[in-house]
């Protein structure tokens, strides 16, 4: 019920900014039909050349004539009733299209007009739903690397303060609603990342994304085990839990209090260091290749551990491990070693 109230709220107010962009619009053509109008009039009753009865037309409107375009009864007559029924069509039409141009709603909807042409000509980016602390946490890290990203949120006012101090791509919106996922590129989007402050929200966000893209990349947050469980069953990728994985930190500084995170220390000195999952596929040059047959080490980067399909993990793995197709290769370097990796994987035959 909840979520039903709150698609028809979104879904009232999509029609609303429609409208509001549309009547400037509306207003310009019924002034367009107005000129039209007087141009026939003046031209079937005055018998005037089709230029000289638009300019009457346009004159007599706006009451800044040069002459009178009355030279007859019948012209007279249509002049009278043209300017009574124009003239107060014509301030009401200036003084919308005045108020279109200085109202903060219309700049607004213009703004979000703009957003969302940004955003349909994105590819392959990442959506993040929730701008909270650790929402925020992820768009930094990500503007950090320049990857393309999409932030939506039900808060108007902290999307319009994103807007104006870091111009990253926002939505004001639900993210349950599978709408505002799909003006948000679901898609064309890579990754998906869901950190609402409700289990249950992130349950609905993880289901509604797995319907619209099945190939889509999600990782979700969770309070607790049971949720965990149900995001999995949903179709997260991969569940995080804050609180788990933090305490699991905690204990191990508690037994190693002289030992920093490797990743962390490296990250805060160099943050172009990137640890990604690296698929070998069918056409990756290394298949068949023992790992010290290859140039990876050459490249700059380093192989943590090999994930076999079946299953298998080699941690640390040997030089003499051959590669197969399917195999998942944990990478860490810098971005730019990693980025070759990825695009022999990509560019070979």
């Not at 019948?74 to 003084?95: D, E, K, N, P, R």
């Not at 590819?123 to 739903?129: A, L, R, S, W």
């Not at 989007?189 to 999600?218: C, E, F, H, K, P």
């Not at 197709?325 to 370097?333: A, K, M, N, Q, R």
């Amino acid at each position: 019920m909840k979520f039903t109230r709150l698609n028809q709220y979104f879904d009232m107010r999509s029609r609303d900014d429609l409208k509001g962009m549309q009547r400037p619009l509306i207003v310009f053509g019924l002034l367009s039909l107005l000129i039209l109008a007087g141009t026939i009039g003046f031209r079937l009753i005055g018998h005037a050349g089709w230029v000289e009865s638009l300019y009457l037309a346009v004159v007599t409107l706006t009451t800044l004539g040069s002459r009178d375009p009355a030279s007859d009864s019948a012209t007279m007559i249509f002049t009278i009733i043209y300017m009574m029924f124009g003239l107060g069509l014509f301030s009401y039409s200036i003084t919308t299209l005045g108020k279109s141009l200085i109202d903060a709603r219309y700049r607004i909807l213009w703004r979000r007009r703009q957003m969302l042409n940004r955003i349909r000509a994105l590819k392959d980016h990442y959506i993040v739903c929730g701008q909270g602390r650790m929402g925020t946490t992820i768009c930094e890290y990500l503007a950090r690397r320049k990857k393309p990203f999409v932030v939506i949120d039900r808060n108007e006012e902290q999307i319009k303060e994103l807007i104006q101090e870091y111009d990253w791509l926002c939505l004001a919106g639900d993210a349950t609603d599978d709408n505002v996922l799909r003006e948000a590129g679901i898609e064309r989007a890579q990754s998906l990342a869901s950190t609402l402050g409700s289990d249950a929200d992130n349950v609905y966000v993880v289901l509604s994304a797995r319907m619209l893209n099945n190939n889509l990349q999600i990782v979700a947050r969770a309070s607790d085990d049971k949720a965990i469980e149900k995001m999995e069953r949903a179709g997260a990728t991969r569940v995080i839990s804050p609180f788990s994985s933090g305490a699991t930190k905690m204990a191990r500084f508690m037994l190693n209090p002289l030992v920093d995170n490797f990743v962390e220390v490296a990250d805060e000195h160099d943050s172009d260091l990137e640890l990604v999952d690296f698929q070998v596929t069918e056409k990756c040059p290394y298949i068949g290749k023992k790992l010290s047959e290859t140039d990876m080490r050459d490249l700059g980067v380093i192989i943590l551990g090999i994930r076999r399909e079946n299953g298998e993990r080699l941690i640390p793995p040997p030089g003499s491990a051959v590669l197969l197709e399917g195999d998942s290769l944990f990478v860490f370097g810098h971005a730019a070693s990693v980025g070759q990796i990825f695009n022999l994987g990509e560019n070979s035959t």
